[in-house]
């Protein structure tokens, strides 16, 4: 039970789908910064998963800069997409942040920016079917954006920026874990 100082917690089917994003990532990434652990440290089952990870040394540096690329060209393509279609960012620009990280890194383990803020049973297959991949179907054909990320000015959660900077990005996902 939370006291009174305290927020309560959110029940997942209530959360919006880049915060939820964001804890399935790293709990972490829902504790204030103070809070937050060091690092960008990943369950001990996670990292087993992950051969890159797991390697250390050069993988992380390959990693770490297709990330930083990806992390580039996704930050650009969401700044350029809001301009183009009339969109704007959410109010709270941590949702942006995640979203776009979350593209970067499918981006780079799938080969294309799967939106990161569904289930899919095979990621892989998804990807290259490319109805889920970023803007997706829904976005494109009715402006409709799942994750919060380019948002009509109808929506009430929409701010009025239409840019981010991979450094804003980064710093709002600082404390978020990885799927590399």
């Known amino acids: ?12 089917d209530k959360m919006p789908a880049p915060l939820l994003l964001a804890a399935l990532l790293s709990p972490a990434a829902l504790l204030p910064r103070a809070a937050a652990p060091a690092g960008n440290a990943l369950p001990a089952q996670r990292r087993a998963r992950l051969p890159s990870m797991a390697a250390g040394g050069a993988a992380d540096a390959a990693d770490d800069e297709k990330l930083a690329k990806a992390l580039k060209a996704m930050t650009g393509f969401a700044n350029s997409y809001c301009k183009n279609t009339g969109t704007t960012y959410c109010s709270d620009p ?87």
């Open 94 to 180: 941590s949702i942006p942040a995640v979203v776009i990280k979350g593209l970067a890194e499918h981006k780079v383990v799938l080969g294309a920016p799967l939106c990161p803020c569904r289930h899919y049973e095979d990621k892989a297959a998804e990807a290259k079917d490319g109805y889920w991949n970023c803007p997706c179907v829904p976005m494109r054909e009715r402006h409709e954006c799942h994750c919060m990320l380019f948002l009509t000015e109808e929506n009430e959660f929409a701010g009025d920026s239409q840019k981010l900077s991979v450094e804003e990005v980064e710093s709002h996902t600082e404390s978020m874990g990885s799927v590399l």
């Open 1 to 12: 039970q939370a006291s009174a100082g305290s927020p309560s917690p959110v029940p997942a």
